[in-house]
């Protein structure tokens, strides 16, 4: 059974920073990107950064710059170090673990509150 943990939300003022952790276990499958996805109420759940096993990197234009993914092969995990947060970064952030093999699922975490205070 697979599960993603979620670690590292909460609240910090504009300016600051914040590191999101995800652990996927369970995995019994190729892997082809893990990353990043936030949601607002209201609004349809986007990407904010994902990177593929081979080490590419793709950012959302709101996440260049600020935002940085990495990622442990290995350990099924994937970090999101973001700095210079603004107000409107403030979502629930979801963790993805989409496989290699098209058909099968993708995997979604739990989610994770980031606010953003001015």
């Known amino acids: 059974q697979v599960q993603l943990v979620e670690s590292g939300g909460g609240s910090v003022q504009t300016g600051g920073s914040l590191r999101l952790s995800c652990a996927a276990s369970?995995?019994?499958?190729?892997?082809?990107?893990m990353g990043w996805y936030r949601q607002v109420p209201g609004k349809s759940r986007e990407l904010v950064a994902i990177?593929?096993?081979?080490?590419?990197?793709h950012y959302s234009d709101s996440a260049k710059g600020r935002f940085t993914i990495s990622r442990d092969n290995a350990k099924n995990t994937v970090d999101l170090q973001m700095n210079s947060l603004k107000p409107e970064d403030t979502a629930v952030y979801y963790c993805?673990?989409?496989?290699?093999?098209?058909?099968?699922?993708?995997?979604w975490g739990q989610g994770i509150q980031v606010t953003v205070s001015s």
């Open positions: 369970g995995i019994t499958f190729d892997i082809n990107t």
């Open positions: 990177m593929t096993t081979g080490g590419s990197r």
């Open positions: 993805k673990v989409e496989p290699s093999r098209a058909w099968y699922d993708n995997y």
